[in-house]
């Protein structure tokens, strides 16, 4: 049984910056193609970025020059580094680790955008 546990939401200003951290438990972490998604209130979810090993990188129009994705196999760890935040970027953000053709959901940390 694969867990995905994500961290690092908060309340933030407007500018302000939050790392959000995903650790998918299990061996082989390497094979995970790592992905963020962001379910805004009242709103259906949406993929913001993915990352794969050894490192190519997708974004949404939205996020591109201010969110980060990375990751650390050492750590079994993906981050989302979040800059310049914007009150539309409020939402819960999942983690999913995709490998061999299934999905790991987390349960979400949230994300709140003060202007």
């Known amino acids: 049984q694969v867990q995905v546990v994500e961290s690092g939401g908060g309340l933030v200003q407007a500018g302000g910056s939050l790392r959000l951290s995903c650790v998918a438990s299990?061996?082989?972490?390497?094979?995970?193609?790592m992905a963020w998604y962001r379910q805004p209130p009242g709103k259906q979810r949406e993929l913001v970025a993915t990352?794969?090993?050894?490192?190519?990188?997708t974004y949404i129009d939205s996020v591109k020059g201010r969110f980060t994705i990375s990751r650390d196999n050492a750590k079994n760890t993906a981050y989302l580094d979040l800059n310049n935040l914007k009150p539309e970027d409020t939402a819960v953000y999942y983690c999913?680790?995709?490998?061999?053709?299934?999905?790991?959901w987390g349960k979400g940390t949230a994300v709140t955008v003060s202007s």
């Open positions: 990352i794969s090993d050894p490192g190519s990188r």
């Open positions: 999913k680790a995709n490998r061999y053709g299934a999905g790991y």
């Open positions: 299990g061996s082989s972490f390497v094979d995970y193609a």
